[in-house]
């Protein structure tokens, strides 16, 4: 018939859109209350409702203290997070793409094995990493220095498959053999012609891996002894811990919680149109 169209069901289009806002809602009213908190002081955060603003909210001043507090030690904290999750990002994203580029176009003897093996990575949890690294970072007289923190950062497997699967499906073998043939190296192909056709997949890997470094806070809690070479996590943990001696501290960690969430919501708002591109074609073509 005409007219007829291969839209589901009314019912299933509401209970998809009901389940949708409920997973909406889950994440979003933490955020709520976090900035609805963050204009509160010590006194109001307990003795007002928690997801309304106080009688005289003061956001830019307490925010300002936050930043000035113990001689600004949380504006190191936000640069120390930018540094290991911007630097960490980046190396893993070229890391990940250059193997996956080589295990989706260069056949050679156990590249499925090594492949499996990076998929086996996925799976081990990074908690379980922490002490092995630890042991060998302090042999190699690298503990409690920012090396400990970003090198380990700098390996996804995650990324790695993403890049395969992506490279494969979005890298013409024939594009290139005529670049081969025109008298282009490996090297120049894969900067030139393989990053370009796979910058949806090299977002969505900078992406995840940088909310991954951000929101780290095993690791750093193991490699650091040093506060000043905190990232934001462990730093505003630091002051949880001495919240009952300085109540004024409660209301920091509120507000630099806020703050640490910020970059993270502009970073996806700026890329989302790339990582979702790059999500669907990995697993569409896987």
């Not at 900035?35 to 003061?58: E, I, M, Q, R, Y």
Request: aromatic share 16%.
């Amino acid at each position: 018939m005409r007219g007829r169209t291969n839209r589901p069901p009314v019912r299933y289009r509401i209970i998809t859109a009901a389940l949708l806002t409920v997973a909406a809602l889950y994440f979003l009213v933490p955020v709520y209350w976090l900035a609805v908190s963050a204009t509160k002081n010590s006194a109001d955060l307990f003795g007002t409702f928690g997801f309304w603003f106080s009688d005289h909210p003061h956001p830019v001043e307490y925010l300002v203290d936050v930043l000035t507090y113990d001689h600004g030690i949380y504006a190191r904290w936000f640069a120390n997070s930018l540094f290991y999750a911007g630097a960490g990002a980046v190396c893993a994203t070229l890391l990940s793409a250059a193997a996956g580029y080589a295990l989706a176009k260069f056949p050679f003897r156990g590249r499925e094995a090594l492949f499996n093996v990076v998929l086996a990575g996925v799976l081990i949890p990074g908690t379980a990493l922490a002490l092995p690294l630890y042991f060998l970072f302090s042999a190699m007289g690298l503990a409690n220095t920012c090396w400990a923190v970003l090198i380990p950062s700098v390996v996804s497997p995650f990324g790695v498959y993403l890049c395969r699967i992506y490279a494969a499906a979005a890298v013409p073998d024939s594009l290139l053999e005529a670049a081969r043939i025109d008298g282009a190296g490996e090297a120049r192909i894969f900067a030139g012609l393989g990053l370009r056709l796979m910058t949806p997949a090299l977002v969505t890997v900078f992406l995840f891996q940088f909310v991954h470094i951000w929101n780290n806070y095993f690791l750093p809690l193991v490699m650091l002894s040093d506060s000043g070479l905190y990232p934001i996590q462990l730093g505003l943990t630091s002051w949880t811990g001495y919240a009952d001696r300085q109540p004024v501290l409660y209301q920091y960690t509120v507000g630099g919680a806020f703050l640490s969430v910020v970059p993270l919501m502009v970073l996806m708002t700026v890329l989302q149109r790339y990582w979702r591109t790059g999500l669907t074609e990995g697993s569409v073509k896987a």
